[in-house]
């Protein structure tokens, strides 16, 4: 897996998507440190997440997750599990695709409500079970078209972890087996 090594793999995707549980034991996997870009807002403001958002408002929190994944991305090799919505950001985006390999984790609403309803951690899913599942059908139309610009997407499903981390390094195999091929392609049109 040494080839993996110098790049930060970027997992983006809704909340409930997988991006923790899968990012740390994919980081095992490939001996690379986890970063949770959550646990990293929530340092860089001494506040939690519910807090930060209550404090400061939607339009500050996305503010501060932005520096928050800039500065992240401009770090060093790891697998980095990104704030659900930080994707959306262009800049984090653009970021995103010099710097790392993105892996969108990508899992239906019912996934996705199954793995959320009745966390507290998730400030932008509080409310009662109808709520939840309102706001999860928004996020999929708002921001499901920014995720699709993934290098990789990756189906989640209520699954064991260690058989989605499988799938997505399946993935990432594919992906840098088939660039590489194209690379080479590329290189012997150039040389005839």
């Not at 010099?98 to 969108?104: D, H, P, Q, S």
């Not at 993934?150 to 992906?175: F, Q």
């Amino acid at each position: 897996m040494d080839m993996y090594n110098n790049r930060i793999i970027l997992l983006v995707g809704l909340m409930g998507s997988g991006k923790t549980s899968v990012g740390k034991r994919l980081a095992r996997k490939l001996a690379l440190p986890f970063v949770d870009g959550d646990q990293e807002i929530e340092k860089a403001a001494g506040l939690s997440l519910v807090d930060v958002l209550k404090c400061f408002g939607e339009k500050e929190y996305r503010a501060g997750e932005e520096r928050v994944m800039k500065r992240l991305l401009q770090g060093g090799p790891c697998v980095l599990a990104s704030g659900g919505g930080s994707f959306v950001a262009e800049q984090t985006r653009r970021l995103a695709k010099e710097n790392a390999l993105t892996i969108w984790l990508k899992a239906d609403i019912d996934t996705l409500y199954f793995r959320t309803a009745g966390r507290t951690r998730r400030p932008f899913l509080l409310g009662d079970n109808a709520t939840i599942k309102e706001k999860l059908r928004e996020y999929i139309s708002e921001e499901y078209p920014f995720y699709s610009e993934a290098d990789i997407v990756v189906e989640t499903r209520n699954e064991r972890v260690d058989n989605t981390v499988r799938r997505v390094l399946m993935a990432i195999k594919n992906y840098y087996r088939n660039n590489y091929q194209q690379i080479n392609l590329s290189n012997k049109q150039e040389n005839k």
